[in-house]
T-cell receptor
């Protein structure tokens, strides 16, 4: 079975500052890794995904994440945030044999201040 | 191309009632997954349908059931509603035949049980 831990429930940051949202996972098998964003009263939008290959993954809206197999981490980063990045961010995993069953973390609320 | 659509957007029910939520997948997708997202939490996997059969199931009681139609659309049924069933219900579609493991989420149905 897999599990996902998002280490920060809330991350306040000033506009134009860099940000890192931390995610650790556990699994006994190889996994796919994802970051989703959820704006208020909306569904989930895929930011980026790691399936295989390069461990640095670039996504939409200037976000990127790095897969670290030895530390079982998949932290999300952005070099300069905007007010519009204020949202809930979810890290998720799915195993290679489980189809699309996806396990989500509890979420990190990113709050960008002016 | 319409993405994943869900209906209704909001629903209010009382304890003990039954509810049916509907989902139309993105064009070209044949797999539908349902998730429950309680307030302040990450989505939790309920079950997944492919070829009109339940393919995987999460840790939810039998009160939660579903169906997939030949056109790949899906319904989620919840019987004997409890207050704790109040949540945002998300539908996600994907194509089982691809290797990219990408799910597309709908906007969700917000269910309130009084």
């Amino acid at each position: 079975a897999q599990s996902v831990t998002q280490l920060d429930s809330q991350v306040p940051v000033f506009e134009e500052a860099p940000v890192e949202l931390r995610c650790n996972y556990s699994s006994s098998v190889s996994v796919y890794l994802f970051w989703y964003v959820q704006y208020p009263n909306q569904g989930l939008q895929l930011l980026l995904k790691y399936l295989s290959g390069s461990t640095l993954v670039k996504g939409i809206n200037g976000f990127e994440a790095e897969f670290n197999k030895s530390q079982t981490s998949f932290h999300l980063r952005k070099p300069s945030v905007h007010i519009s990045d204020t949202a809930e961010y979810f890290c998720a995993v799915s195993d290679l044999t489980g189809g699309f069953k996806t396990i989500f973390g509890a979420g990190t609320r990113l709050f960008v201040k002016a | 191309d319409a993405g994943v659509t869900q209906s209704p957007t909001h629903l209010i029910k009382t304890r003990g009632q039954q509810v049916t939520l509907r989902c139309s997948p993105k064009s070209g997708h044949d797999t539908v997954s349902w998730y429950q997202q309680a307030l302040g939490q990450g989505p939790q996997f309920i079950f997944q349908y492919y070829e009109e059969e339940e393919r995987q199931r999460g840790n939810f009681p039998d009160r939660f059931s579903g169906h997939q139609f030949p056109n790949y659309s899906s319904e989620l049924n919840v019987n004997a509603l409890l207050l704790g069933d109040s949540a945002l219900y998300l539908c996600a579609s994907s194509s089982l035949g691809t290797t990219q493991e990408t799910q597309y989420f709908g906007p969700g149905t917000r269910l309130l049980v009084l």
